[in-house]
């Protein structure tokens, strides 16, 4: 993230992360995050000059019902992705290949994120 205030803001406010830690990153005090999902730590956020400069999707969360997180997240704040080159229903959310949906969101900065369930 290119401001660490500003992730906290996304990361716990909209996605209702929990800190398992925080603790300087590079120079920075308190300039890092290490999130928890899933039973354990899962997301490590931390200030860089280079944040959201990749297009690759950085993180998929694999959740059960994803018409629930997916209302969840929206009503959070949470704008989710769309893509021309593929179909999305009202929410967002599109077939992904080989079976199951998908919808993805950005975090401020641009680095792109994906919930996906198998059905």
Do not use: C
Request: glycine fraction near 14%.
């Amino acid at each position: 993230m290119s401001d660490i205030a500003v992730a906290v803001a996304f990361y716990e406010g909209k996605l209702g992360l929990r800190a398992l830690w925080s603790g300087p990153s590079a120079r920075i005090a308190e300039g890092g995050r290490v999130y928890g999902s899933g039973g354990g730590p899962a997301l490590n956020v931390y200030q860089s000059a280079t944040a959201g400069q990749t297009a690759a999707t950085l993180a998929t969360w694999y959740v059960d019902d994803l018409d629930q997180i997916v209302d969840e997240l929206t009503a959070a704040g949470v704008e989710f992705t769309r893509y021309e080159q593929f179909e999305h229903d009202a929410k967002g959310i599109t077939p992904r290949a080989g079976g199951g949906r998908i919808a993805w969101f950005q975090d401020p900065d641009g680095n792109t994120f994906a919930v996906e369930a198998d059905s």
